[in-house]
């Protein structure tokens, strides 16, 4: 386990942006997944909303197993569909690189928030610049079921599951050059998750592991199982639609949000390690979770994973959902227990930035984070 601290290259990052080349994309998508099918209704108010929380992190009981169907019809069900997924895809300025980078994000946020807008802050926080800085091309969405991506129903239809079939088909497509408006292949694919992003991303790797030729995954451990309760306690979740965010305003009951800045500092930024502004900017333009996903978030990423490409993991010390706000209360550190999930990995790292929370890339230790994940990809990737 390597721990790294805020380098003195961060001054220096801070005002570099490298040029891009960036098109916005509509990706239509057809896919499928066995998903959980629940009896639970989604919550209608607020007061209903608490109530899911209450019994999802009840200590003792498998709420989720609770309102599974017990039907003739069974648990799961098979559920399919055409969606469109939003996208961003970007070339460093001197043309696609030999590598291209999947991004997806987690939860609270859509695709921006890999390519932070900066102009106002005296730090770059996109890690997109950073990435076509080192000669590596990008494609970020929104996940399904946000954002200007499809949405749907919140209960049955949007689950980690669906998810991921999702992932799979847009990286199929990427990896075939099948994506209308790109022209451009690649060598190699890899893959960069954040929190839900990096679940889907292990899940991925483990189902279908040729679609992926190395993995990042941040802001991930494999004990969310005893932190998810802290996450959803800290989030104070309300109905969407009624947080008064213009964004959130026509989301069905079923999708969920934070209802103040505190929240999502609690959960997402670490004591001394962010700029009040870059908070503010992150909870205007947060986006929602729904009741399905936060039901299905630890079913996709469990037992070993067959991957055989190069591992990385780095999530910050005082993450709260993955670590419970302490990565480093165990030896080895709670990211490097994800060692034995990874039998077959040809490289594995993990790494706990100093001070930082869970939203990695918002915090001031941003720079270092992006360093490190380009260095493992340049070291077992790119050279």
């Known amino acids: 386990m390597v721990q790294i601290t805020l380098p003195a290259l961060l001054a220096s990052l801070a005002a570099v942006a490298a040029a891009k080349n960036c098109m916005n994309l509509t990706v239509p998508i057809s896919i499928a997944a066995r998903n ?3 009896t639970l209704q989604a919550p209608a108010s607020n007061i209903e909303v608490t109530d899911f929380t209450l019994n999802l992190a009840q200590p003792g009981v498998n709420y989720t197993a609770k309102v599974l169907s017990n039907g003739t019809e069974g648990p799961f069900a098979d559920v399919s569909g055409h969606y469109t997924i939003g996208a961003t895809y970007c070339t460093p300025s001197s043309g696609p690189g030999k590598t291209l980078q999947i991004l997806t994000h987690g939860i609270a946020f859509d695709r921006w928030y890999w390519d932070f807008p900066s102009s106002n802050f005296p730090l770059s926080y996109s890690y997109v610049d950073a990435a076509l800085a080192r000669g590596y091309s990008v494609f970020f969405y929104d996940r399904l079921g946000l954002g200007e991506s499809s949405h749907g129903e919140p209960v049955n239809e949007i689950q980690a599951p669906l998810e991921v079939q999702a992932l799979r088909a847009l990286t199929t497509k990427l990896r075939s050059g099948r994506v209308a408006g790109i022209d ?3 060598d190699k694919v890899v893959h960069v998750g954040h929190s839900f992003g990096s679940i889907q991303t292990y899940a991925l790797a483990a189902a279908y592991p040729g679609l992926s030729d190395g993995v990042a995954l941040t802001g991930f451990s494999q004990a969310i199982g ?7 306690f800290a989030a104070g979740f309300v109905e969407a639609s009624g947080t008064g ?3 959130l305003a026509a989301y069905p009951p079923g999708y969920l949000a934070s209802p103040d800045v505190s929240a999502v500092q609690t959960n997402f930024f670490a004591p001394g390690n962010f700029d009040p502004a870059v908070l ?3 909870y205007a333009a947060g986006q929602p979770v729904t ?9 996709v990423a469990a037992g070993n994973n067959s991957f055989t490409g190069p591992v990385q993991v780095i999530t910050g010390e005082r993450d709260i959902p993955f670590c419970g706000g302490n990565c480093l ?5 709670l990211p490097a227990q994800t060692r034995p999930y990874f039998p077959n990995a040809s490289f594995f790292e993990a790494i706990v930035v100093s001070g930082a929370g869970h939203g990695l890339n918002l915090g001031l230790s941003a720079p270092s984070t992006y360093a490190s994940i380009l260095d493992f990809f340049d070291k077992n990737i790119q050279n």
């Not at 005893?226 to 959803?232: E, I, K």
């Not at 209360?329 to 550190?333: D, H, K």
């Open 226 to 232: 005893s932190f998810v309760a802290y996450f959803l």
């Open 291 to 299: 009741v399905g996903e936060l039901m299905t978030i630890g079913t």
């Open 184 to 186: 451009d292949t690649y």
């Open 245 to 247: 965010a213009p964004a």
């Open 280 to 282: 503010e900017a992150a």
């Open 36 to 38: 959980a099918r629940f």
């Open 329 to 333: 209360v165990s030896e080895p550190s």
